[in-house]
């Protein structure tokens, strides 16, 4: 006889159907929307005031891998398109600490594998009115290549007390806190200093043998700063991390800039704004 071995589509396909079987309530999840090698769908938090917490929810297939905000060494970050909404002022998409992960062509990309909710901070035009939210992402998923895909889920937002809020308060431990340079955090970046005009070194104080990875983001999305790398040379205590002040739009400085930094350790993400010297 021979045996029957699924393949990695069919094991996704199962996986995302046993997701949706899971005991959510119909109105507060939407359902999955599966394209290649993912799946979307929207969750609704309690209703509750004109400021409701959302959030969308993508998983992937085993291997397959989606982008952060900024992507890294290559790469397409999602965009989102909330327009067609119904009584929504704003939203704001809110985003875990990413993963590092090889680019295959000798860089570093940024982003998720396997699954991610992304917490959405929902702006309501009226608190008592009805709310659905209707968005359409589009994101890329990779493997060895890169696909292109869009989704258009929609939920409408109703349930005074949702079966979500549990996912949703665990996805928002997931995003990185404000923190400030030097503060009492067990993990925290000390100093930030310039090296010459191309290069600048950050020292990070975390405990002995602790996994952390730091991100760098410049003013605006047209900066496309590489990833810093460890290297050797920090005080006993610290960690030193380094990258060259390249991906520059055109006709920027560097002086003055509103650096975004994400240090992203083993219990925590911290989120640093600074301003290069």
């Avoid at 993963?99 to 992304?118: H, I, N, R």
């Avoid at 992203?264 to 600074?274: M, Q, R, S, T």
Wanted: hydrophobic fraction near 45%.
């Amino acid at each position: 006889m021979t045996a029957f071995v699924p393949s990695r589509a069919v094991l996704f396909a199962a996986a995302v159907l046993a997701a949706s079987a899971c005991g959510a309530r119909a109105d507060d999840v939407s359902p999955w929307v599966t394209e290649q090698h993912s799946a979307v769908r929207l969750l609704a938090g309690s209703r509750s005031g004109g400021v409701l917490l959302g959030g969308i929810a993508f998983q992937l297939q085993a291997g397959w891998k989606t982008y952060w905000r900024t992507p890294g060494d290559s790469g397409v970050p999602p965009r989102f398109d909330f327009s067609k909404s119904e009584n929504v002022e704003a939203v704001t998409v809110l985003w875990p600490a990413p993963q590092a992960f090889p680019d295959g062509a000798g860089g570093t990309s940024l982003g998720y594998k396997e699954q991610v909710v992304l917490p959405l901070r929902i702006v309501t035009k009226h608190a008592d009115k009805p709310v659905t939210l209707r968005v359409t992402v589009d994101y890329a998923v990779c493997e060895k290549l890169c696909i292109p895909v869009v989704a258009s889920p929609e939920l409408e937002f109703a349930s005074v007390a949702s079966t979500q809020d549990g996912a949703l308060a665990a996805a928002l431990d997931t995003v990185p806190v404000p923190a400030s340079v030097g503060d009492s955090n067990p993990v925290t970046i000390r100093d930030v200093v310039r090296k010459g005009d191309k290069d600048v070194e950050v020292d990070v104080v975390a405990p002995t043998g602790a996994k952390v990875s730091l991100f760098v983001e410049g003013p605006t999305p047209e900066w496309a700063l590489p990833v810093p790398k460890e290297i050797k040379g920090a005080q006993p205590g610290l960690r030193r991390f380094s990258f060259a002040l390249d991906g520059l739009p055109s006709g920027a400085q560097a002086t003055g800039a509103a650096l975004k930094f994400t240090l992203v350790g083993p219990d925590k993400a911290y989120e640093f704004n600074v301003t290069l010297e």
